[in-house]
């Protein structure tokens, strides 16, 4: 009897819990779809950063999808805008700046931010941002992306290799390489190569800034839209030039593997120790340095070694920003700015910087670490932050704007494999690229240019 | 500038004197033969240059461009030409449009609609997937057309004629071409050789067998993940197998790195093969080999005047499937073995051209790459027809 009185009451408390339940639930959170350029501990990052902020704010719902170079996402996300399906905040490198901006897809940051001074309670200070950032990304006086991995190519010494040759230092010219290559590949247990680089346009595009060279022209398409290609000077055929004396005097170490694909094979070379030093991002400075840890060397960075017969007049920075869609939903875009803003905090752009080596983007974060003691326990983590500082800004120094940028970029790379592995001549197939350079803008201009 | 119609009318006297020949040597009326390839010529001549708008004959063009607009009309007045002669005299003639072996003997539906809602299913996906992306390639081909641009142009047939003036595609033609015929015969070879010895009656042979054909159910992507890592160039798991002698730039050298391609493509290619093959040996009759045994034929004499002979029918199959693979699946292979096309585009194929330059790429070019992949889709087709025209013949289906 008791039993099925007791049955009796469950039943009903089942039904009454169903229909008072729709009333009961809170509101479905709101989906916020963000695609990042990456697949590995950084993404990690990203995911860890998007599940605190989930839990902080329970209206939203960040969902991260990584991917594996800057250069795919790029083709998946003009994929995806094509058919409607674009994420609310997409992860753009440098060179997709003039696509993105002429695509009309996007929303600046200033624009959705309004005069507000927070948002969700949490505080709106773009003057916070240092300052070749917030320069580069402020285009036609709008803050338009929100700045958050932003690097500079630097160089990396294995400094066991470097000591045992009797080199202190590491090489800070081209000649100054070329001298510590002789002496490192003389040495009995030699590596290998003396160093590499990924063959990506970018390194290319940090030695023709350090020479005070233009890579497109019309002020590197910050005064106009730029029309024709610059980097086919006597400094761009230099950079070719000394890249090929270098391979061929087999220094050089070069893997094949062009844009996004190369960076990895640097990565390898460098930690197994078959190469002494490497040009690379000061994105990977924390990596880079745990590869000496783990591997029983030290790795030293010092800033990108230049050309000495023009001099140094600066570095570019590079690294990626994240981009608003333009037309969502308000209570989405709110969310999406929300976590941008949540993102690229204080405390996470000092815990960013310390995981991966990207320069600590906000002013506050840098005092914050400095605070801390980071700098002066991780010397190398200065070095990308102290060659941008230190750089003249000129119209070289602060990149090109140049529509069709990516493809560009491939034509560069092209050239420099083409440069290395046969005995053509550097000019004559810069000139080409050049040409060919010229063809994609003047296409995309004609497409996208009302 | 030639204007369109003495083209429309020369094209339509051509097409008359074609069909009123054809009709004549058939016996039928000379006069129905000029009237219908008068119209089908005449049509067929506009078949490209309507959508077109003759624009390659227009003045600004250069004279290259006009030959190339020529040889549209005469493929348009084929392709137009060829059917509608075929299909007159056969109805002219009395014959049936179907050949006698096709003809069913019994079952036929009562109303001939009927066939309609059969073939829906399967007309409506080959549309959708099919028909209508064909129609759209060829469409892009004659646009200036970039993913994510905000509009396209009309470019006539630019995209075509700068593949000529341009010697780097005959290079991407030629690398293609031998690419293929390398992976294609090395693999047949290789495999009809294991597939021999897999065959023997040898302890644990089942086994053998699955651990052959099991490379056939990796994707190609995998198949380049896993050879990336043995032939990398610096630490690859083949310098430490074969010294530092052997040390070649598997991936990095411009003259090795097609055959680390080809090598990775072979390997992945032959489970299936071998799985053919040794489906095939088992259909040589025993009695066969015994007899010529008896005849006093050697292992080697058998082999190549009986079991080879016996293999055609798969042999012709796998050369088909084979040549599609080598075309048009070793995309993601060498994307991960040489992402980019490799050093001096050494391993770049008109396929992983065509998903480059148009798709995966940073250039986004639809327009270039839908013009390139017509060029593969026609080559691909010629190759085939060639393989069933001179191959087809010396396959033996039966004893």
Known sequence: MTVRRFHIVMMVLVILAAVLMPATVA????????????????????????????????????????????????????????????????????AATQDARDSGLFKPIADALGDRTEVNGLPVDLDDFIGPVAAYYTLDGK???????????????????????????????????????EAIMALDNAPQYCFSWPNHGWFFEQWL????????????????????????????????????????????????????????????????????????SSSDTTL???????????????????????????????????WLTDGLDPEVEEGALTFLLYMTNTENAASWHKLTGYIAIRNSANELLESEGWFAENPNQTVAAAQLAQSQVTPATSGALVGGFPAIRTEITGAIDRVL?????????????????????EEYNLLNVD | MISPLPLVMIAAAIGAALLGFAFVRSGVRWFLGLGLGAVAGGAGSMLFMIPLDYCTFAAERKPYEAEFGFLLVGIGMAVVLIPVGWISLRLLRGESLMSTASQPTQGTFRHWWIAIPLLAPTITILVLFLYYPSIETVRLSAHL?????????????????????????????????????????LSMVLS?????????????????????????????????????????????????????????????????????????????????????????????????????????????????????????????????TNMTYAFFDTYATIDYLTPGGGPLESTNTMMYQVAQLGVFGERADLGKAAAQSIVLFVMVIGMTIVSFRTGGRQVTYGA
């Not at chain 1, 890249?243 to 070069?254: A, E, I, R, S, V």
């Not at chain 1, 880079?288 to 140094?312: E, H, K, M, R």
């Not at chain 2, 993913?147 to 293609?176: P, W």
């Not at chain 2, 009695?287 to 042999?315: N, Q």
């Open chain 1, 209 to 280: 800034a350090q020479q005070d060279a233009l890579f497109v022209n019309n002020g590197n398409g910050r005064d106009e839209r730029a029309t024709e290609v610059a980097f086919n000077s006597d400094a761009g055929v230099a950079i070719l030039t000394w890249l090929d004396d270098m391979y061929n005097k087999g220094y050089l170490y070069y893997s094949g593997a062009q844009g996004g694909d190369s960076w990895a094979t640097v990565d390898q070379a460098y930690q197994t120790q078959q190469i002494a030093m490497a040009a690379y």
């Open chain 2, 192 to 320: 009809l050789l294991i597939a021999t010895m897999a065959y023997l009656p040898i302890r644990g042979a089942s086994i053998y067998r699955t651990l052959l054909i099991w490379p056939n159910a990796i994707s190609p992507a995998v198949a380049g993940l896993i050879f990336l890592l043995i032939f990398n160039p610096l630490g690859g798991i083949i310098d430490h197998v074969l010294g530092s002698a052997f040390r070649l730039g598997w991936t990095n050298d411009p003259k090795v790195a097609p055959w680390t391609i080809i090598i990775a493509s072979v390997w992945k290619s032959m489970g299936y093969n071998i799985l053919f093959y040794i489906a095939g040996l088992q259909n040589v009759p025993k009695d066969l080999i015994e007899a010529g045994a008896i005849d006093g034929a050697g292992l080697i004499r058998r082999f190549t005047h009986i079991v080879l002979p016996m293999l055609s029918p798969i042999t012709f199959f796998l050369i088909i």
């Open chain 1, 143 to 181: 803050f338009t992306s929100m700045p958050w991995n932003t690097s500079s190519a630097i160089w990396f010494s294995n400094m066991s290799y470097l000591e045992a040759a009797g080199i202190a230092e590491p090489p800070a010219t081209w000649d100054e390489v070329e001298a510590a290559c």
């Open chain 2, 145 to 185: 057309s970039r993913l994510g641009a905000k509009r396209e142009a009309f470019v006539c047939t630019t995209n075509y004629t700068r593949l000529v003036e341009n010697s780097d595609y005959l290079d991407v033609v030629i690398r293609t071409m031998y690419i293929s015929a390398a992976i294609v015969v």
């Open chain 1, 288 to 322: 880079y340095t745990q590869f000496g840890i783990d591997g029983g060397f030290t790795t030293v960075a010092s800033f990108l070694p230049y050309n000495d017969d023009t001099g140094w007049t600066g570095n570019l920075i590079g690294g990626g920003t994240l």
């Open chain 1, 421 to 441: 592995l046969t005995d053509d001549d550097p000019a004559e197939v810069l000139a080409e690229a050049a040409e060919e350079a010229n063809i994609i803008i």
């Open chain 1, 27 to 94: 509101q479905e959170p709101a989906e916020i779809e963000v695609w990042v350029a990456f697949d590995d501990y950084r993404l990690d990052w990203v995911n860890e950063v998007a599940a605190e902020f989930n839990a902080m704010f329970p209206q939203y719902n960040v969902v991260i999808a990584g991917g594996r170079s800057y250069e795919t996402m790029f083709a998946e996300a003009t994929v995806a805008a094509e058919q409607g399906e674009q994420p609310a905040v997409i992860h753009y490198f440098e």
